[in-house]
């Protein structure tokens, strides 16, 4: 079986088919680009332009084409077990690939981007069999996207078997550690000493001026005072205050499980991620605004998977009486996502104050004020390896 060697800047497919395979920590995406012009003759196409009516056709065509024109055998999942996206694109080179709104498409520059997510985990291995092909193509090329080097192959009709093999093993983001909540035992009523002192005192005053006859007085003062005495030796235990590197350590594994969660696909699944780090109502905010700043503007769905989280100052703003700590945060996050071949790499900065509560023996986040963020955003071809 040959392999394939992209051009790098390259915008434009140059086959009717050309296909891809992007492999996630938790997710496999099927995805097919498609040179409408080829297949005008057997979709019966008109001449000049596509429409909205033909659009539809064609959007139908090509779907059904593409769900027919492979078989997937390991892992061992059915095309209905995947989500396909299917829409006319464009192509820019900032942005990547764009939703093609134009009325009228003029056929010769008509593309259909195909997607068919999978749900799926830890993916090791991939085999299937690629058997679509436009009119007159007698290879399909197949660029394969993973944690690792890109990899590419040539199928044709006699060998339309793919392969592909994790060679550096599970790449799932680990959960990083979040240092426990600490308690220390203090004495709240110790000030009461110096109560205790006098009410001794008083006592014995009485005791020498008055002396049998003023007992019971005496005996009142000294009950007092012991009283005293034993309430401030009561201990109670209290949050140890996050400063210096716990602090650090603290807002750095909260924020890296966040953006963690983003890498599963279902939404409970997201949801339940990131229950272990957010404490109440905050817990949809935060989803709905890092799902949003993780999603591409370009077409097709996918979300950047954030690779690093650099916390670059982390400073503490407690709040007297409460076992509540704010801190002033700023970090960077670097992500990366392939779709269609091109690799979306994204570098987002913020700057937030931070509230990290005690629950129970975890310190999770219970507010978030977003002070500045900043987006930048390269889209580069991916390159293949050429290996045997």
Known sequence: MGLLTPVSGMTRNTEPVTGFLSIGPHELRIEALVEIAAFREIWELPEAGLDEISREVVISEASEAMMAGFDLIEPKLTHEAGDLDARFITFDAEKGFLEDERKVIPIEEAVIGLSLRFDRSLIQAIEL????????????????????????????????????????????????????VKRVATLPFQSLNVAVLLFFMIGIVVLLRKGIKSSARVALFFLAGAVMLFVSRVERDSIKPLAGEELEDAAYGLLKNIYRAFEFGQES?????????????????????????????????????????????????????????????????????TH??????????????????????????????????????KVSRNKSASSK
């Open 340 to 377: 269609w071949g091109h690799t979306h790499e994204r570098t987002n900065k913020y700057e937030a104050r931070l509230r990290l509560t005690p629950v129970e023996d975890v310190w999770k986040l219970s507010g978030l004020e977003l002070l500045s963020e900043e987006r930048e955003q």
């Open 129 to 180: 069999d690629w058997h679509w092909m436009g009119p007159g193509q007698d290879r399909v090329a197949i660029e394969i996207s993973s944690s690792g080097e890109a990899a590419g192959r040539f199928v044709t009709s006699e060998q339309s078997r793919v392969t592909w093999k994790s060679e550096g093993g599970s790449k799932a983001t680990p959960e990083s550690p979040v240092p426990p």
């Open 269 to 337: 699944a997201i949801y339940d991620a990131l229950d272990k780090s957010i404490e109440g109502d905050l817990l949809e905010t935060v989803y709905l605004e890092i799902r949003e700043s993780l999603e591409l503007e370009s077409v097709g769905g996918p979300r950047v998977r954030v690779y690093e989280v650099a916390l670059r100052e982390c400073k503490s703003v407690s709040v007297a009486g409460s076992d509540e700590f704010w801190s002033v945060a700023e970090w960077v996050t670097i992500g990366e996502v």
